[in-house]
C-alpha cells in the first residue's frame, strides 16, 4: 500500500499506474511490493501534476483561509486564486490570482506546458471541475494540442470547499 498524499483527481491515475506496474512485476517472475511502492511514489514526484484555480474567494474566507477584505476585493474583481499541488510536500500552494472562463484556463495550461522537461511529453491531461465550462475548455485545448483531455467531477468535499466554478487540471508527463 502506498500513500499517494495525492487528492482525489490523481488517485485514479495513481491506481492506473500502480497495476501496470504490478503486471510488469509479475511478468518479470518475481513482485517486490515495497519496490513497487518505491517505485510509485518516485514516478508520482516526477511525472504527475495538479494545478488550477479556487471558485470563490468567499468559500477560502469561510474556512479561515484568507481574511473577509480579501475574499470581498476578490470577489469584486472577479479574481480566482490559482493553485498548484505538490506531490512532494502534499500541499497545496496559492500561486497568484486569475479570471474564471477562458482567461483562467490559458493560465493554468500555460502551467501546464511549462511543467513539460525537456524531453518529455505530456500523456494525459483531466480537467476536473464543478462548473459545466470544463467541458468547453477541455475541447478547445484538445484542439490546440496532441494529446486528449478528458472531464471529470471534482468530489462533493473537495467542491463544497472550494466553489463552484472551480476548475483543476490533472496531468501526466513521460
Not at 524531453?119 to 468547453?136: P, S
Amino acid at each position: 500500500i502506498s500513500d499517494t498524499k495525492a487528492a482525489s483527481l490523481t488517485q485514479r491515475l495513481c491506481v492506473e499506474k500502480a497495476v501496470e506496474m504490478l503486471k510488469e512485476a509479475q511478468q518479470k517472475g518475481r513482485v517486490n511490493m515495497m519496490q513497487l511502492g518505491r517505485g510509485l511514489v518516485e514516478w508520482r514526484r516526477e511525472h504527475l501534476f495538479m494545478g488550477g484555480y479556487l471558485g470563490d474567494l468567499g468559500f477560502l474566507q469561510r474556512s479561515g483561509r484568507t481574511s473577509w477584505i480579501k475574499a470581498w476585493a476578490g470577489r469584486l474583481l472577479g479574481l480566482k486564486p490559482m493553485a498548484t499541488y505538490s506531490t512532494e510536500t502534499g500541499l497545496v500552494d496559492i500561486t497568484g490570482m486569475t479570471r474564471a472562463g477562458k482567461k483562467g484556463m490559458k493560465d493554468v495550461w500555460r502551467v501546464v506546458t511549462e511543467s513539460v522537461k525537456e524531453g518529455e511529453r505530456l500523456k494525459e491531461v483531466i480537467f476536473g471541475y464543478t462548473g459545466e465550462k470544463a467541458k468547453k475548455v477541455a475541447e478547445e485545448m484538445s484542439k490546440a494540442g496532441e494529446v486528449v483531455c478528458e472531464t471529470s467531477w471534482i468530489g462533493n468535499v473537495s467542491g463544497a470547499h472550494m466553489g463552484p466554478e472551480t476548475m483543476y487540471v490533472t496531468w501526466v508527463t513521460e
